[in-house]
Nanobody
Framework: VQLQASGGGLVQAGGSLRLSCAASGRTFSRYTIGWFRQAPGKEREFVAAVNWRGASTTYADSVKGRSTISRDNDKNTVYLQMNSLKPEDTAVYYC??????????????????WGQGTQVTVSS
């Protein structure tokens, strides 16, 4: 599975962005897809994940209630809608794929494939 993240940009605090993760490969629907982020000087942290059918999702407390992860298996794409953005959301966002049926894969080591990252910058 090859992943490509897009949709990042510069936005003011309180604004919204929708990130996309486009995947190639015929077995995309067999993978849980997660989003992680890494800010300068910080470790990569889990943001959200959606299971293979899109029926189950998991969110980090830091984004819960402000973000929605979804997937369209016909388009081989996963989306992360982020609302009410805060300056502390500034980071490079990565999507990743984990072979399995659950959505509670919150650790980076559980993921097999990674995209290249897209920069999100939230100004105050």
């Amino acid at each position: 599975v090859q992943l490509q993240a897009s949709g990042g940009g510069l936005v003011q605090a309180g604004g919204s962005l929708r990130l996309s993760c486009a995947a190639s490969g015929r077995t995309f629907s067999r993978y849980t897809i997660g989003w992680f982020r890494q800010a300068p000087g910080k470790e990569r942290e889990f943001v959200a994940a959606v299971n293979w059918r899109g029926a189950s999702t998991t969110y980090a407390d830091s984004v819960k209630g402000r973000s929605t992860i979804s997937r369209d298996n016909d388009k081989n794409t996963v989306y992360l809608q982020m609302n009410s953005l805060k300056p502390e959301d500034t980071a490079v966002y990565y999507c990743a794929a984990a072979y399995g049926v659950n959505s509670d894969y919150v650790n980076a080591y559980e993921y097999d494939y990674w995209g290249q990252g897209t920069q999100v910058t939230v100004s105050s």
